[in-house]
């Protein structure tokens, strides 16, 4: 039975610029599409946060760029802690599928691959 779940995946980028951002956001959602087998018509949302050095583009804007443009996307603010990860981008994916919770395959990349090290790579 079809149940809506959700994905988790987060990159950081290496500096705060627009093309690098883009690079970085298209390349965290090709992996959760690749990994978890993610046809595009299951997508419902997809909410972006960024941290706050992060001023260049909105990470949706890459999602567009992708292909997302027809998908209800939503950037905001991720918190603020002492010692989080630097320029970071975390996403929420909500996708329509039949795969129990246990078998979706959450991505973490470059300098965020620490805040899960629990996942395998």
Known sequence: MSAVRALRGATTVDTDEREHLFERVISLLEAMFE??????????????TATDDIH?????????????????LLCARELDVVGGTPRCVRVLLHVNTDLPRSALHHVYLEGARSLRDDLPN
Do not use: M, Q, T
């Open 35 to 48: 990994r978890n087998e993610i046809p595009h018509d299951d997508i419902v949302s997809v909410i972006f």
């Open 56 to 72: 260049s583009a909105f990470p949706a804007e890459a999602a567009r760029k992708f292909g997302l443009g027809d998908v209800p």
